[in-house]
């Protein structure tokens, strides 16, 4: 599976989007993007998935770029309860890598 | 809907003890993970069960892991003797395909002492 960069950290305002970017240059054309969060002690919450075409849930919205090197997750009105770990993930089969992924802390 | 079920939520043992984890995944999922997450080594895949068939156990740590599934709606992990390096927290997680969204239970803290 192709490998991705994430920042390790950012921060967000409570009620404003939160835009969580990540690379992953070496995607090739079968393999989907996936992102997962983490909140402290639970278990990995799947979010969104996607091949090429933007998509929309009730919780985040997944922008890919035309070239599918780069994506955007969205989460359009942060609350403090979306502190967590963000991990972007690259697969085409049923394995989910899991790296160090993106700390992403709300504040009030 | 019930989630991912898994027990015990804790467990502490003793070095060369047997201890066994259980999961019960969602209801009509055929697919089947148990993970195991530690500080050092992150989030890592142990076994992929796949209608009740391990399909990929290359990341059973060593013999003394072995995972079974009886049925579609029960799983066990074993660790037997058990050492304090087994010491992370396991996760269960089921899917519909295997290619799919995977969802997690809410993970077994095992210490081993």
């Known amino acids: 599976d192709a490998k991705t960069t994430q920042p390790p950290s950012m921060d967000c305002a409570e009620g404003r989007a939160a835009n969580l970017p990540c690379n992953h240059s070496?995607?090739?054309?079968?393999?989907?993007v996936y992102w997962y969060r983490q909140i402290h002690s639970q278990g990995p919450q799947y979010i969104i998935h996607?091949?090429?075409n933007n998509e929309t849930n009730e919780m985040a919205s997944l922008i890919i770029t035309e070239d599918r090197k780069s994506s955007t997750l969205i989460l359009p009105h942060a609350t403090l309860r979306d502190t967590a770990v963000y991990y972007c993930?690259?697969?085409?089969?049923?394995?989910?890598?899991f790296g160090a992924g993106t700390t992403v802390t709300v504040r009030a | 809907d019930a989630g991912v079920i898994q027990s015990p939520r804790h467990e502490v043992t003793e070095m060369g003890q047997e201890v066994t984890l259980r999961c019960k995944p969602i209801?009509?999922?055929?697919?089947l993970f148990w993970y195991r997450q530690t500080m050092m080594r992150g989030l890592e895949l142990l076994i992929y069960?796949?209608?009740?068939?391990?399909?990929?156990d290359s990341g059973m740590p060593e013999d003394r892991f072995s995972a079974k599934m009886p049925n579609a709606s029960f799983s066990t992990l074993k660790i037997q003797p058990s050492e304090p390096r087994d010491s992370a927290v396991y996760f269960c997680?089921?899917?519909?395909?295997?290619?799919?969204?995977?969802?997690f239970g809410p993970g077994t803290r095992l210490t081993v002492l």
């Open positions: 997680a089921s899917s519909s395909t295997s290619g799919s969204g995977q969802f």
């Open positions: 070496t995607i090739s054309g079968n393999e989907y």
């Open positions: 996607g091949l090429k």
């Open positions: 993930i690259v697969r085409n089969d049923y394995k989910l890598s």
């Open positions: 209801s009509g999922h055929n697919s």
């Open positions: 069960f796949n209608n009740n068939v391990p399909i990929d």
